[in-house]
């Protein structure tokens, strides 16, 4: 049945209304086609996120520290399932998705195209990189289209550990030797701006933004929630003794936020297409991960073919009740 302009419209009053969507329901094309782009780009981001903190897992400085490390990496892969479950429910393939990361079609988040250089590195990824995602995923835990919201409560809740695993590697660096706290600063010095840019562009050059929020898929804007990260990553920066690298920031006392500097959007817009310090080495891991799972993915269709078998099997010789 074609849309009508009237189904729209009582659409866009039912999530105006803070009622869930659920895959059964109609809903319009171009919802639809957000969803699985920002939900598809956000599984990917989970899976090509793992391969930078998984560089760290043999170099952890203690058991403790491995173990902890390894648990993270885990749970960035369980996200990684949820989402793409979640992106499953409106009609497309798991496969389709993952050729599409591997033809670089469908993008990841930014963040994920830079080195991983030092231990200290695994700090700042988890109090800033994870400390992003929470500030833009928290707002996801009410998006509109019920199996993203209920992927997000959960993903959320683990991202919360992930933080404070970071914020605790930093705050062991930052109050060590002076070689450890030069450490901490660096990979501050590093992940600082590239952090503000997981946000996605400005407001007034974010193409997505303001059907999504009509939508009720996003719920803040893109520089609202950067500027919410800032005012609270500041103080923590501070407890820790850290600079962070923006000569312009400064407290506004007049608006009650952090005024920052202007972030690199030339940078963004490269990494974005494709040009990311590391892009090619992340495509060609996953690449590689892919095809040499392929034996596991034909050992389980294989054995649920054969489950399946067996039960119609014995479907077949159960004696019928009289
Ligand atoms: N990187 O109109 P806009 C994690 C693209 S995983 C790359 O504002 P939208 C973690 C955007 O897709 C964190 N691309 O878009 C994992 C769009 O492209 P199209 C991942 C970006 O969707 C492991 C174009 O730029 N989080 O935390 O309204 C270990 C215009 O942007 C980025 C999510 O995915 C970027 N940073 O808003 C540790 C959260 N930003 O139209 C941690 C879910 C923008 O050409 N996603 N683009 O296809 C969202 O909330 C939204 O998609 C965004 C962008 C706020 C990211």
């Known amino acids: 049945m074609a849309p009508t302009i009237d189904m729209e419209a009582r659409f866009l009053d039912y999530v105006t209304a803070e009622n869930k969507v659920e895959p059964k329901d109609w809903m319009p094309e171009g919802y639809r086609k957000t969803l699985v782009r920002q939900i598809s780009q956000h599984a990917h981001s989970e899976i090509v996120g793992m391969l930078p903190e998984a560089n760290w897992i043999t170099r952890a400085p203690s058991l403790r520290s491995k173990l902890i490390l390894l648990a993270k990496v885990q749970d960035e892969a369980g996200h990684g399932l949820y989402l793409y479950s979640a992106a499953e429910t409106l009609g497309t393939s798991r496969d389709e998705m993952i050729a599409d990361l591997h033809s670089g079609k469908a993008k990841y988040s930014s963040i994920f195209n830079y080195p991983t250089l030092s231990w200290a590195d695994m700090g700042a990824i988890g109090w800033l990189v994870d400390g992003a995602a929470i500030q833009n995923q928290v707002m996801l835990c009410r998006a509109s289209y019920g199996p993203y919201s209920r992927a997000m409560v959960r993903i959320c809740k683990e991202e919360s550990f992930h933080q404070r695993q970071g914020y605790e590697i930093m705050l062991h660096l ?28 400005s407001d007034d050059n974010s193409p997505n933004s303001a059907q999504s929020m009509a939508w009720r898929i996003k719920r803040k804007s893109n520089d609202e929630l950067r500027q919410e990260f800032v005012d609270k990553t500041v103080p923590q920066a501070k407890f820790l003794g850290l600079s962070i690298p923006d000569a312009d920031l400064r407290w506004n006392e007049a608006l009650g936020q952090h005024d920052f500097g202007s972030i690199d959007w030339n940078e963004f817009f490269a990494v974005v297409a494709g040009n990311g310090p590391c892009n090619s080495e992340r495509i060609e891991a996953r ?5 040499e799972g392929a034996w596991v993915r034909e050992a389980a269709s294989a054995y649920a073919a054969k489950q399946a078998a067996r039960r119609s099997s014995a479907a077949a010789t159960k004696p019928q009740a009289a």
């Open 174 to 201: 930052a109050k060590g030797t002076q070689e450890q706290k030069d450490m901490a600063q660096d990979a501050l010095n590093r992940w600082w701006w590239p952090s503000l840019m997981m946000f996605g562009p």
């Open 287 to 291: 690449r590689k991960a892919h095809a």
